[in-house]
């Protein structure tokens, strides 16, 4: 990463800020967690774009169509290199129909700036799941294992559509869930080292909702990303 990208990123409070490290500095050692993991029964290997999100918006495959005003697919570039994957939509993308809006969706903006990157320009953004979970109360929550599982060939798909180079798993329930991990499986045990999905690198970081709360921890995301950029760069 050049000086004046450092500079520019420190500017958007980002930092403190981390160089990439130099391939020969750090083997990279893929840890692949996935390559026995089947994400589902359904097969939807034959679909394209237009079919796979037509089957997304009428989707029943589980109890979270019934509260949802939109199936949030996801946004982006339908050849990106990079593939972004959070959990799932919260409110304010239930009501747009598109992931990652509001205040972590911003966030999310703020680091794709920060990496020269910019929603819908050679990203990709998806959810584990498509609709909104909801608790009992009416505020989002994270999905469950049954809805995950419902819900994951959708995303297998648009992984083998988009074909990305590097995925981000923002949080731990996308890590888990993608990578076929234990529902009990730490973040910061995640994090640091690169995982594999069908050979894609993937790199676990936080949530930007989380960072929101957690903004001293930022600086820690933005140690991934640079992880992630520099598994991008290699291949
Ligand atoms: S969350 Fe996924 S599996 Fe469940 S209804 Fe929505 S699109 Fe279908």
């Known amino acids: 990463m050049n000086s ?35 994400l589902d029964a359904a097969d939807f290997s034959g679909l394209d774009w237009e079919e796979l999100e037509a089957t997304i918006r009428d ?12 199936a949030v697919s996801g946004i982006g570039d339908r050849h990106a290199s990079w593939l972004f994957v959070g959990e799932g939509p919260g409110r304010s993308e239930d009501l747009e129909g598109e992931p990652f809006v509001g205040p972590a969706g911003k966030l999310l903006d703020n680091m794709l700036k920060a990496m020269q990157l910019a929603r819908g320009v ?4 998806a959810n584990i799941v498509k609709c909104r979970p909801v608790d009992a109360d009416g505020r989002d929550r994270p999905p469950v294992h049954n809805e995950v599982a419902a819900c994951r060939a959708f995303l ?71 992880l992630a950029q520099s598994l991008h760069d290699e291949r």
């Not at 990305?164 to 993608?178: C, D, Y």
């Not at 949530?207 to 933005?222: C, G, M, T, V």
């Open 4 to 38: 004046e990208k450092l500079v520019r990123l420190e500017r958007m409070g980002l930092g403190p800020v981390w160089q990439l490290r130099a391939r020969a500095d750090k083997p990279v050692a893929v840890v692949d967690a996935t390559e026995a993991v089947a």
């Open 156 to 226: 297998q798909r648009q992984i083998d559509l988009i074909k990305p180079t590097v995925i981000v798993a923002l949080g731990k329930t996308a890590a888990t869930s993608l990578l076929g991990l234990n529902e009990e499986t730490s973040l910061s045990s995640l994090r640091g080292e690169p995982h594999s999905y069908r050979g894609i690198p993937v790199v676990v970081t936080y949530h930007p909702a989380y960072l929101l709360r957690k903004p001293e921890d930022k600086a820690k995301s933005w140690r991934d990303l640079c």
């Open 59 to 70: 989707c029943a495959r589980c109890g979270l169509c019934r509260g949802r005003t939109h």
């Open 122 to 125: 050679d990203t990709f953004i």
